[in-house]
């Protein structure tokens, strides 16, 4: 159980939430894009089609295998660009 309230729980992840366009509008390219959350590798791909590096992190295996498989096709479809 969760040491805070489900408000709270919320306020901070409205506080957290950082969409994809912010992470490019604020980074240059070759950056590194932390992304603690990777659920199904939508950052990461975007870091890939603008130039900029990623380190991301999913608790979730099903997430975890989405991603992977994701940047991978996105890797082999991309490898001549």
Do not use: W
Request: proline share 1%; aromatic share 10%; charged share 25%.
């Amino acid at each position: 159980m969760s040491k805070f309230t489900y408000q709270e729980q919320m306020a901070i992840l409205e506080k957290a939430y950082v969409s994809v366009a912010d992470i490019i509008l604020q980074s240059v390219e070759g950056d590194v894009v932390l992304d603690p959350f990777m659920g199904s590798g939508t950052t990461a791909i975007a870091c890939l089609n603008t130039g900029r590096q990623y380190i991301g992190f999913e608790l979730d295996e099903g997430y975890y295998n989405i991603a992977n498989e994701r940047i991978k096709s996105h890797k082999e479809e991309n490898k001549n660009d």
